[in-house]
């Protein structure tokens, strides 16, 4: 699984998912934050957005940013050019352990903690 930062799984998908009630599903327990290998491959820092981003790497944003979907597939396209030039991913940058830990480089709060309601309980330093 590769996403732009981890906002979608650790926040949006979870808070979705406790709302209806619904288990998340174990393939979303590892995922890759391609945001933080985009600096690695490219020796730039991944500014402006994922537009931005896309666009730097000489690739055409395509549809309406912000929607998952045109996301995904904007996401997908820098993923595939970082594969066609060589960049390997032998591992995943972030998960959920057991417990509802997050763990990865950054600490986050547990997605069952009392608190954690997506992006309002996020504060100024977890955004990326």
Known sequence: MVTWTDADIMFA????????GIERPSHFDNWIDLKQFFKSHYKREPRGGLQKCVESCGLTFDGRAHSGLVDSYNTAKIAVQMIQQGFRFTRTTRGFAPDGEVWGSRKRPRAEDENFEGADARSQDWRS
């Not at 998908?13 to 209806?20: K, V």
């Open 13 to 20: 998908l979870h808070t979705e998912l406790r709302r209806r």
